[in-house]
């Protein structure tokens, strides 16, 4: 049974769900990993006697511990597992003949599969089967055209107040995301008919809606990726999880900004739960201590080269702190004071100029002020009033009154949370043990060790 996996988006709106696109190139990244049910896949390859599964995925793509968890449900039930590695450019697989008690999932992209290279690559395929089938109530209000022929049901909008309420969007896939999607903020029918047309024909223009019964703290949390098998015989579908999550920035006016009536691109990251960019890394800035024939010396991030010593801090009951589930699944009762200070070897180092939003929390560490600039994607080693129960908890997640820990003899207070952009060069390290991490300085912008050394995550190529 060849099989493929389906990333469905929907929008979690007043009225119901609204269906938005299909993906078949899935991206399983570490934070993605705990939204997948393996459940009703391992019953049904144990209820339909399979002895050989096979997975067919881009590695640049997948997270390690999703193949692992694969592999140990197949060793589990005694069923052979094969993984198949396909280029991060590949747009085809290779050919299997799979015998009667074969299974093979396919993750990445096949252009020969009519799913794939119509479907799922090209928006208005879908979107026009919907029109023709009189179903325009499972998507929101949509204007585009397709082989002359003029689709809209996008004649009016709502009013959003200060917030968009259009967006257009490129319809074949649009991996750089630097222009679109756009989102607009219209006022009369008569701009409404101006911009479709002016719209060039891979443009779709849709209306833009968001759920404010549903925000999480004060973002925007509608948008719904669901996770779906698809088998062959395209009767067989199993259930494989899904997640809903909020975007990253929240819906405050100093956020916001148009030009006319067009959303700048710095505010798009409000409205849009994918961007392309969310910030990775560290500044350069970022002081750190290297170690050199016993003699440490603060230098800058972007001073380290390939086997350079640094010194690193060890928590305890870690194992590898580049599996980001393990992080997030991790809880020490333990005080602060467990924690030890050791070195490590760099053996990855990478840089990249960025222009991104990033979190500056602000915090009080012994009744001074102070504040630490983390990227959005990153977690934050977090504590009790006391020192003690030491967890992760994602920078995004952090609120005041949340303790961060500093030291292995301090800890500090959030005070607040701001988002502001950051411009220049942005470092990401991988270093050697696994199971440490980079430690800071007493003299850091960003303050001091584990609270400015979290945020280098340890990357693994």
Partial sequence: MKAVLLGLDFLDLDGGLKFLEMNTDTYIPDTSYSSFDFNALETHLVSGGYTKFRLIYKSEHTTPIFVTRLETICTNNGITFEPVTVSYDSITIPSFDDGDTDFTLRLSYDITALIDDVYARDKKELLSLIFNGNETNLIPKTYF???????????????????????????????????????????????????????????????????????????????????????????????????????????????????????????????????????????????????????????????????????????????????????????????????????????????????????????????????????????????????????????????????IVISNTSIGEVSSIEYEKYTGTAIRLNIDPDNVFVAGTSTNGINQTIASSFIIFNYKQ
């Fill in 145 to 403: 055209k397709k082989d002359e022929v003029t689709f809209d049901n996008l004649t009016d909008l709502v009013n959003n107040d200060s917030n968009p309420n259009l967006i257009i969007k490129k319809s074949l896939p649009d991996v750089e995301k630097t222009q679109y999607p756009e989102f607009h903020n219209l006022n009369t029918e008569e701009e409404l008919t101006t911009i479709k047309n002016s719209m060039s024909v891979d443009l779709i223009a849709q209306e833009f809606k968001y759920n404010s019964n549903t925000l999480y703290n004060n973002k925007i949390n509608d948008h719904i990726r669901y996770w779906l098998i698809l088998c062959s015989d395209t009767e067989t579908t199993i259930d494989f999880g899904g997640y809903k999550s909020p975007n990253a920035l929240p819906l405050e006016s100093q956020y916001i900004s148009y030009t006319d009536e067009k959303l700048n691109n710095d505010s798009r990251i409000l409205y849009f739960s994918n961007p392309n960019r969310i910030g990775k890394g560290i500044p350069s800035t970022y002081e750190i201590t290297k170690v050199e024939g016993g003699v440490e010396t603060v230098v800058t991030i972007d001073q380290l080269e390939l086997g350079d010593t640094i010194k690193s801090i060890n928590i305890p009951g870690l194992s590898d702190v580049s599996d980001m589930k393990e992080l997030l699944d991790w809880n020490y009762s333990g005080p602060i004071s467990d924690i030890t200070y050791t070195t490590a070897s760099v053996t990855v180092t990478l840089s990249e100029a960025v222009d991104e939003w990033f979190i500056k929390v602000n915090y009080t560490l012994d009744s001074t002020e102070h504040h630490m600039l983390v990227n959005l994607v990153e977690l934050v080693l977090t504590s009790d009033a006391d020192g003690t129960n030491l967890t992760f908890k994602a920078a995004n997640e952090l609120v005041s009154g949340d303790h």
